[in-house]
Nanobody, 117 residues
Framework: QVQVVESGGGLVQPGGSLRLSCAAS????????ARWYRQAPGKQRELVAF???????NYADSVQGRFTISRPNADNTMYLQMNNLKPEDTAVYYC???????????WGQGTQVTVSS
């Protein structure tokens, strides 16, 4: 059974950085889609970044140039480097691991990121 666990969230001041981790276990397939989402209070979950097995990555306009997604490594761990954080980045961040980009994939429980002075 696939398990996905996010970590690395916390409280950071505006302009600060965090690196989120997503560790997947029980993987029996090649990961061809790895995505980070976030959900702020009262808002819908939104796609923040994704990366494919071919290293094709894409970002939401709101995080372009500030966030960097890495492809899952040999241990099936992926990261989201977040720099120059803003209060509007405050949300619960989730990762999603899938065999194919069109699959529903496997979700973690999320990690809270709070950007506040």
């Amino acid at each position: 059974q696939v398990q996905v666990v996010e970590s690395g969230g916390g409280l950071v001041q505006p302009g600060g950085s965090l690196r989120l981790s997503c560790a997947a276990s029980g993987i029996t397939f090649t990961i061809r889609s790895a995505r980070w989402y976030r959900q702020a209070p009262g808002k819908q979950r939104e796609l923040v970044a994704f990366i494919t097995a071919d290293d094709i990555s894409n970002y939401a306009d709101s995080v372009q140039g500030r966030f960097t997604i890495s492809r899952p490594n040999a241990d099936n761990t992926m990261y989201l480097q977040m720099n120059n954080l803003k209060p509007e980045d405050t949300a619960v961040y989730y990762c999603n691991i899938a065999r194919y980009p069109w699959d529903d994939g496997n979700w973690g429980q999320g990690t809270q990121v709070t950007v506040s002075s």
